[in-house]
């Protein structure tokens, strides 16, 4: 299956391209107007850090449904904010970190580390209800990809 999702962040709209989950690439970068803003049902937040409390930047917050299909994401900035805009609410999903190219254990949400496609037993569903934020999904990476 390819999939393929936006978001927006600065004034730019991401774009990545998923050859089945979780494997995605970074396919373009460009320039949109204020025009162009994703319209969102929901919106979940948070921050990732590292286990000392570092923001990290640039790591893909993901947002799964409860089949494991990739529905959204964001990238963090410099302070490790996030916010991922979620069009279908209300509902359940399940949010992990992807830190690609970066040394870093990527986490399911609350804790769980990513050992495959698959969605833990244990990892916490975020319910999102519409027209509101979910806050504080945060994350604290450790070093060793």
Excluded: H
């Excluded at 162009?36 to 948070?46: E, L, N, S």
């Amino acid at each position: 299956m390819i999939m393929c999702r936006t978001t927006q962040k600065e004034g730019l709209k991401l774009m990545r391209i998923c050859f089945g989950v979780p494997v995605c690439t970074l396919v373009m970068l460009i320039a949109v107007g204020a025009g162009d803003r994703v319209q969102a049902d929901g919106w979940i937040t948070g921050r990732v850090t590292d286990d000392s409390g570092v923001p990290i930047e640039s790591v893909w917050v993901d947002a799964y449904d409860t089949a494991t299909n990739l529905l959204w994401s964001d990238l963090t900035y410099t302070d490790g904010t996030y916010t991922v805009s979620v069009e279908m609410t209300p509902s359940n999903y399940f949010v992990r970190t992807d830190a690609y190219g970066q040394n870093y254990r990527n986490e399911w949400y609350s804790d769980l580390l990513v050992s495959d496609g698959t969605i833990p037993l244990l990892a916490q569903p975020i319910f999102v209800n519409s027209g509101t934020t979910t806050a504080g999904v945060d994350f604290v990476l450790t070093e060793g990809a």
